[in-house]
Nanobody
Framework: QVQLVESGGGSVQSGGSLRLSCAVS????????LAWFRQSPGRERRGVAA???????TYADSVKGRFTISQDHAKNTLFLQMNNLKPEDTARYYC??????????????????????WGQGTQVTVSS
């Protein structure tokens, strides 16, 4: 069973930065995608950023130029660097793993039901 443990959430003012981390264990597929999703009250969970085993990335349009996804292969850790945060970024952020995946279009990459392993989520709150 894949396990994902997130950390780094918190509260910041508009324009500030946060760095989320996700420790991944038990993942053995030869190629995969790791992704960050977010969900706010009354809205469905949406993809934010994804990275595959070749380190190719896909981002939601709303975060391009502000967020950077990366991974440390040796330490099995996923990161999301979030800069110039906006109030609309307020959400609970989840990391997730998907086997047999390479990143591509937004819809293809963030097909939610393909990610069967999820972290517990970490809250990010951005105030104006």
């Amino acid at each position: 069973q894949v396990q994902l443990v997130e950390s780094g959430g918190g509260s910041v003012q508009s324009g500030g930065s946060l760095r989320l981390s996700c420790a991944v264990s038990g993942y053995t597929d030869g190629f995969y995608c790791l992704a960050w999703f977010r969900q706010s009250p009354g809205r469905e969970r949406r993809g934010v950023a994804a990275i595959d085993s070749a380190d190719t990335t896909t981002y939601a349009d709303s975060v391009k130029g502000r967020f950077t996804i990366s991974q440390d292969h040796a330490k099995n850790t996923l990161f999301l660097q979030m800069n110039n945060l906006k109030p609309e970024d307020t959400a609970r952020y989840y990391c997730a793993a998907r086997p047999k995946c390479y990143t591509g279009s937004y819809a293809y990459t963030f097909e939610r039901n393909k990610y069967s392993d999820w972290g517990q989520g970490t809250q990010v709150t951005v105030s104006s």
